[in-house]
């Protein structure tokens, strides 16, 4: 079935530091990617996407770029901030409507 | 905004009860989604339903059933908790499509003692 596979965490950067977060897929078809963020406390909310290959979806200084080659969509941003620090999850919906996540990755960010 | 709703943050049941979580949604979604979320495991899926009395099974449907009577309220049951049931649970709720949004609530952290 689909899967969604991200880098483990925490990652701990200092305030400007340059941020990826790896996440690979798995799937059988062509799926739409996402990027969710879970601040503490909250529930989780809508980052970025990308519906096809190619696409670069961007939001709040964060990128990320669906690769259909590498079946990937890692996530960038160039200078984090302290307000930065949650946990973000990689995630894909295709044929089915079903939502799914990988794991997540804890971002703390230190001033 | 679209508001998903879930009835409590915080619920402590004891072993062997039937247990009820709530979800609501305000925005005439077809799609309705319970996850559990566990350190280490991400968010898995509990339960899909695409329309009102339909569902299908998730990753982890066992110790779980659900209802959807009417197009806004998506209910959880669990109904022997036990304790590896205790978990944070979170609703989520979207439209139809592969490429549309999920919105969430904001949890129910369940303890099962």
């Known amino acids: 079935g689909d899967s969604v596979t991200q880098m483990e965490g925490p990652v701990t950067l200092s305030e400007e530091a340059f941020l990826t977060i790896n996440c690979t897929y798995t799937?059988?078809?062509?799926?739409?990617l996402f990027w969710y963020v879970q601040y503490p406390g909250e529930g989780l909310q809508l980052l970025l996407k990308?519906?096809?290959?190619?696409d670069k979806g961007s939001n709040k200084g964060f990128e990320a770029t669906y690769r259909k080659e590498t079946t990937s969509f890692h996530l960038e941003k160039g200078s984090v901030q302290v307000s930065d620090s949650a946990v973000y999850f990689c995630a894909l919906r295709e044929y089915g409507n079903k939502l799914v996540f990988g794991a997540g990755t804890i971002l703390r960010v230190k001033s | 905004d679209v508001k998903v709703t879930q009835s409590s943050r915080y619920l402590v049941k004891r072993t062997g009860e039937k247990v009820f979580l709530e979800c609501v949604q305000d925005m005439d979604h077809e799609n309705m989604f319970w996850y559990r979320q566990d350190p280490g495991l991400g968010l898995r899926l509990i339960y899909f339903s695409y329309d009102v009395k339909m569902k299908e099974k998730g990753d982890i449907p066992e110790g779980y059933s659900v209802s959807r009577e009417k197009k806004e309220r998506f209910s959880l049951i669990l109904e022997s908790a036990s304790t590896n049931q205790t978990s944070m649970y979170l609703c989520a709720s979207s439209l139809s499509g592969t490429n549309t949004e999920a919105f969430f609530g904001q949890g129910t952290r369940l303890t099962v003692v």
């Open positions: 799937a059988t078809g062509y799926p739409s």
């Open positions: 990308a519906t096809k290959a190619d």
